[in-house]
């Protein structure tokens, strides 16, 4: 076993780290637990690291934050990404207004669809989407793409119970059952 640039600081045995490497769910991180054990073992450190998949480079780097963070360092870090166009406040907004449905009279509309909703953002808040991206942005505020059913909008209620077959009436709204008389 040839001497290492950098040591490895940890208690934790090489089977130790397998063991948490086999429950991890975070595969990178796992990857990561398992090269080091490769190296714990005697492994030379490029084929600790080729035999879990990684460079010899990325198993340093591996390593030197296992020194300083312990085992939380094996974990990605978060990444910054593009930033929302909009916000929680008028994302609430939206949410509050695709859920009590556009008004018939003004907008013509019995329910909406992505490319009304792209719309109404566009025309609230200046912000424009893809109607590609619509279905992510519906997603994020916890509502499914999928529109109700439309109904009229002078539909009788009472009239609809009425006409409905309820089960304790099922002998004589069937037809086939029914006594002849």
């Not at 600790?48 to 030197?64: N, T, Y």
């Not at 009436?169 to 008389?181: I, V």
Request: some cysteine; overall charge positive; proline content about 4%.
């Amino acid at each position: 076993m040839t001497s290492r640039a950098i040591e490895i600081a940890t208690d934790l045995t090489a089977e130790e780290l397998r063991a948490l490497a086999r429950k991890e769910s975070d595969r990178r991180a796992a990857m990561r637990m398992l090269a080091i054990a490769n190296e714990l073992d005697g492994y030379e450190r490029e084929e600790a690291a080729r035999l879990a998949g990684m460079s010899d480079q990325a198993l340093r780097d591996a390593i030197k934050r296992l020194n300083a963070e312990g085992l939380d360092g094996l974990y990605d870090r978060p990444r910054s990404g593009r930033p929302r166009r909009l916000d929680a406040k008028q994302e609430a907004k939206i949410k509050a207004a695709v859920l009590a449905g556009p008004d018939i009279d003004k907008e013509g509309l019995s329910s909406f669809t992505l490319e009304d909703i792209r719309r109404l953002i566009e025309d609230r808040h200046g912000v424009c989407h893809h109607i590609g991206y619509m279905g992510r942005v519906m997603k994020r505020m916890g509502l499914s793409r999928q529109k109700g059913r439309p109904s009229h909008p002078q539909k009788d209620e009472a009239a609809a119970a009425a006409f409905k077959k309820s089960p304790a009436k099922a002998q004589e709204d069937c037809s086939y059952t029914r006594a002849p008389g």
